[in-house]
């Protein structure tokens, strides 16, 4: 059985495949990982902007490439029936451009989702951060029966939240995040369920068709309680 299998069948979530035309979100392996985190090493933004909380975007090539590699091998894990981190690689015509995470707490009783993403600054300004965060807003919705998904950028990140806007949230307030010390204007998105509704089709218009979703009932198993968080075996 080749290792893709195996693995498939232990952890679920690696086989989770979300595709539409030339784009798709996968499962980060370790191959993709390295390529990602070089990608991030050749740069995410200008030096003179900060679009994360935490700035790990800002250091030498192989700094950053170092902390792309701590984050994703840290949260790989964090797959369980309460509360989940699914990061996935976005990949374009075969090319590995950025990343694409979803995160949930409470998820059995809120069923909300948070997005972030990034993409290496030669594949930015191409439309691919709108389609992707449809691709993100699709899994959520229609493959894991989300009922609300969020999203927030700083007010001074013009492109995060242009995408927020053009794939249809609402706008939810905005707030002060301390960033690299100084306190700035954080936007908050929020789409419904009801409003996902209304967006569908014309997201399904504008990546030229139907997104097809892979892996999902693996990973909706993967989600359910299982008889060891009753009581099994702590790691
Ligand atoms: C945010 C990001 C994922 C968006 O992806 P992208 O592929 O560059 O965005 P798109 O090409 O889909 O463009 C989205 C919209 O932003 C607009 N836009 C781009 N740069 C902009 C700017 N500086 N100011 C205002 N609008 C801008 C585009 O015109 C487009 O709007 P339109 O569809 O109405 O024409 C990407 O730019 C990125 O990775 N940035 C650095 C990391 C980051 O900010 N991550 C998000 C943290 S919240």
Redesign the pocket.
Known sequence: MPQSDALARLWPASAVRVRAGDLELRWIDDDLLVELSELAGRG??DPDMM??QRPW?RGSADEVARSVLAYQWGIRNRISPTAFVLELAVVEAGTPV?VQGLTAEDWPALRNVTT????GRA??????????RMLALHLAFEGLDAQEAM????AD???????SE?VGYDRDGAFHVAREGVAVPHNRYVMSRERWESVRSDHARRLGGDVELHGIAGLRAQLEPTSADAGGPQH
Do not use: K
Request: glycine share 22%.
């Open positions: 995410i933004h679009p994360f975007s950025g972030g993403s990034w993409l594949h930015q300004g191409r439309g691919i951060g709108t389609r992707m999203s927030g950028a700083f990140n013009g492109a995060s939240n242009a995408v053009r």
